[in-house]
């Protein structure tokens, strides 16, 4: 049976999200940013927390685990290199484990740059990413803990998986993540397609993910590093892409 899914909001502008098996009745919180949302959206589904997926350390992904562990006695799962700084973890992983919920599969995916022990879960069979802070719908993390070359790696590992590839971040970004990106790439009619359909989606106050991988590879510049165009924009014809996605990024972060 495929998984289900839940989004929700989380303090000012961080999403929660719920991963469900119906088979099993399991289901997982990806992150966890305040317990307040996730009992509420746990409620309204019917569904009982069994796991907490953490992506990395940061508080407003963390700082609900305790309530929840204390409550639901759930299993919480942490990036290995970096559960030292996350609160009331079972069990650690890292690049290539294997993470059940239920009767769901996922892959751990390492994804360092915005920490540097942070991961990412990949659910092959339903197509479902869960990227945290690493890449956000026409964005990507600010590099705090790791540095531009890993962030770039970490980022074309998730453009590797299949296009079709529903993804899941931790921050609603997109709006202002494409006003930058227009600066990038002021001439991508895929972008330009976007911008109108997350101008809609936010006029209603809908969310604008889960995104796919696929429409990130034509929309998102943090994706684009490799592509000529690009790199001239910038200035950087013919540099590494790694080059080109330092300067993108330093440029996103002086927006
Ligand atoms: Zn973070």
Redesign the pocket.
């Known amino acids: 049976m495929p998984a289900q899914t839940k989004l929700f909001p989380c303090l000012t502008d961080n999403y929660g999200v719920l991963l469900h098996d119906p088979q099993s009745g399991a289901t997982a919180a990806i992150d966890a940013p305040e317990a307040p949302p996730i009992e509420r959206a746990l409620a309204e589904a019917g569904w009982r927390l069994t796991d907490i997926l953490v992506t990395?350390h940061?508080g407003?992904?963390t700082a609900g685990i305790p309530a929840l562990k204390q409550k639901h006695k759930c299993r919480v799962v942490a990036p290995r290199n970096e559960a030292q700084r996350i609160a009331d973890v079972d069990e650690t992983v890292g690049e290539g484990d294997t993470v059940r919920v239920g009767s769901l599969v996922g892959r751990v995916i390492d994804t360092p740059g915005?920490?540097a022990g942070?991961i990412s879960y990949f659910f092959p069979a339903d197509k479902l990413a869960f990227v945290?802070?690493t890449l956000f719908s026409i964005g990507c993390?600010?590099i705090?803990e790791g540095n531009a070359e890993m962030m770039w790696d970490s980022l074309l590992k998730l453009r590797n998986l299949p296009d079709d590839t529903r993804f899941y971040c931790?921050h609603e970004y997109t709006a202002a993540n494409i006003r930058f990106a227009k600066t990038i790439e002021p001439d991508n009619k895929a972008l330009a397609a976007r911008a109108q359909e997350v101008e809609t989606l936010r006029a209603a106050h809908q969310p604008t993910i889960p995104a796919t991988i696929g429409a990130e590879k034509a929309e998102n510049p943090f994706l684009r590093a490799d592509n000529a165009g690009v790199a001239k924009s910038v200035g950087l014809s013919g540099a590494p892409a790694w080059k080109v996605f330092a300067e993108i990024r330093e440029r996103k972060n002086r927006f």
Do not use: E, L, Q
Request: hydrophobic letters at 10%; glycine letters at 24%; aromatic letters at 0%.
């Open positions: 990395h940061h407003d992904h915005h920490t942070h945290g802070d993390g600010r705090i931790g």
